[in-house]
């Protein structure tokens, strides 16, 4: 039977963790290694909800995409969100590894999976960072041709609204139909002018300011904005098909708790 160890080792041949960005705190990082694992639950965030949901269907293992410890955590108690929450993993043995800016950058990653989704072809990197200790190339973002070249930038808002299921998609049109695309899951408006030098006419991506949607349209640049998770939850179903494919003898899982937090009208 797997084990947690295990686990880790293969999530660090897919995203290696040592292509992490220096802020980032991804890697295994609630548990013991030597825990037998039956059960993985595959997530974007480790939340309260998605703790007690891993220990009611009995999960030894929570695989997620945002590190449930992010900053430097001073104590363990019930009296802050985080300690709550790593308290519910620790006291029921939930380990949990977080794969996060690694898996952005990684093939087959986050942003592969986003420009997937929105099927996009001939499929190449927005930035690459450098290559992997297997020589693998990564870096975050994606570029794409899109589908159905010439749509409006409003028509192409409403086909990723649709295809990501996001609440909404804020867009400015940047005078240029959609052709080439460039997507970044997540937060990755400081790409914009990468978009632009790639030869992108359209970035889809999250988290947007103001200030850039007004320095896209004045670049030409149709800006997408279509929510964190609906662009980064993308991941998580491939992925645990890619967990259940290694590990035959473990069921995996998808949370069905964890969901976008807002709502819009």
């Given at each position: 039977m797997a084990k947690v160890a295990d686990i880790f080792r293969f999530m660090d ?35 309260g909800e998605v703790a007690a949901e891993a220990v009611r269907l009995g999960a ?206």
């Amino acid at each position: 039977m797997a084990k947690v160890a295990d686990i880790f080792r293969f999530m660090d041949q897919i995203a290696p963790f040592e292509t992490q960005e220096d802020f980032d705190n991804a890697g295994f990082l609630v548990g013991r290694g030597d825990r037998a694992v039956q059960k993985i639950l595959v997530v974007l965030d480790i939340t309260g909800e998605v703790a007690a949901e891993a220990v009611r269907l009995g999960a030894e293992l929570i695989v997620a995409h945002h590190p449930v410890i992010f900053n430097p955590v001073k104590s363990v108690t019930d009296g802050t969100l985080t300690g709550s929450i790593l308290l519910e993993l620790i006291e029921h043995k939930v380990a949990a590894i977080c794969a996060h800016t690694n898996l952005d950058a990684a093939h087959g990653g986050v942003n592969g999976c986003l420009a997937r989704a929105l099927e996009l072809s001939e499929i190449g990197q927005l930035c690459q960072a450098g290559e992997d200790g297997q020589g693998r190339p990564y870096g975050i973002g994606r570029t794409g041709t899109v589908h159905r070249p010439g749509l409006t930038a409003g028509e192409y808002a409403a086909f990723v609204k649709e295809r990501l299921k996001s609440a909404c998609v804020r867009f400015v049109d940047g005078g240029r139909p959609v052709q080439r695309v460039a997507v970044g899951g997540g937060a990755c408006g400081s790409m914009i002018e990468d978009a632009v030098a790639r030869g992108c006419d359209t970035f889809v991506t999250a988290d947007l300011k103001y200030n850039q949607f007004l320095d896209a349209k004045a670049l030409g640049l149709n800006l997408l904005d279509a929510g964190h998770f609906p662009t980064e939850n993308v991941v998580c179903a491939p992925l645990a098909g890619r967990l259940a494919k290694a590990f035959p003898e473990t069921e995996v899982l998808l949370s069905e708790v964890h969901r976008e937090v807002y709502k819009s009208v």
